[in-house]
């Protein structure tokens, strides 16, 4: 089965700061892999995605996430937080043998102070 | 704006009401999918359709009806609801082998 876990709730970092929201996964196969942010009354918004290849995927607004196969995480990381990054973010997970059913995590708040 | 647009985005209904919730995708995706956003839960996936064909129906209870008449529109027919259904529902859709997903802005549903 497959399973997403977010560790924190809440991370908190102060602004210029390099953030990281960590999540880990199980999957049977080859692991699809996205990151989501959501801000305030608004729907879900892709960030990034790893499918195959390089395990260091860059994405939206200067966001990257790094794929380790062997500690079967996908963590979202960002050199320099902004305020304006602060928002609820969601790892999710899809089975690449097929289907469409993704998982999502719990979701990260991650509030940044300036 | 993400291309995916719902209406209402709010919506007060009593347990006898019977309502709906529209999703229209302006991306050329031929997948669409309904999910419930609860507070301090996971995303629940409700169902999804794929070339206007249902493929996933997560145990959803049999109050919630979906309908897909065309690729581009998707429908959530909502009877004789409980207060737990109170959440947001967001529809969501995405293209063929592109894994990723554009999600609406979801409608805020309260049951009272």
């Known amino acids: 089965a497959q399973s997403v876990a977010q560790p924190e709730d809440q991370v908190n970092v102060a602004e210029g700061n390099p953030l990281t929201v960590k999540c880990t996964y199980s999957?049977?196969?080859?692991?699809?892999l996205f990151w989501y942010v959501q801000y305030p009354n608004r729907g879900l918004q892709f960030l990034l995605k790893?499918?195959?290849?390089?395990?260091l995927v860059k994405g939206s607004y200067g966001f990257e996430a790094e794929f380790n196969k062997s500690q079967t995480s996908f963590h979202l990381k960002k050199p320099s937080a902004l305020v304006s990054d602060s928002a609820l973010y969601f790892c999710?997970?899809?089975?690449?043998?097929?289907?469409?059913?993704?998982?999502f995590g719990a979701g990260t708040r991650l509030f940044v102070k300036a | 704006e993400t291309g995916v647009t719902q209406t209402p985005r709010h919506l007060v209904m009593g347990m006898t009401n019977k309502k709906s919730l529209k999703c229209e995708q302006h991306?050329?995706?031929?997948?669409m999918y309904w999910y419930k956003q609860s507070a301090k839960k996971p995303l629940e996936l409700m169902f999804v359709?794929?070339?206007?064909?249902?493929?996933e129906n997560n145990s959803v209870p049999s109050r919630f009806s979906p309908e897909c008449p065309n690729s581009s529109h998707l429908f959530l027919h909502l009877h004789t609801l409980q207060p737990e259904d109170s959440a947001l529902y967001l529809c969501?859709?995405?293209?063929?082998?592109?894994?990723?997903?554009?999600f609406g802005p979801g409608t805020r549903l309260t049951v009272t």
């Open positions: 999710a997970v899809r089975d690449g043998t097929g289907g469409f059913k993704t998982i």
């Open positions: 999957v049977s196969g080859n692991p699809y």
């Open positions: 359709y794929s070339l206007e064909e249902r493929v």
């Open positions: 790893y499918i195959t290849g390089d395990n």
């Open positions: 991306l050329g995706h031929n997948a």
């Open positions: 969501a859709s995405s293209h063929p082998g592109a894994h990723e997903q554009y």
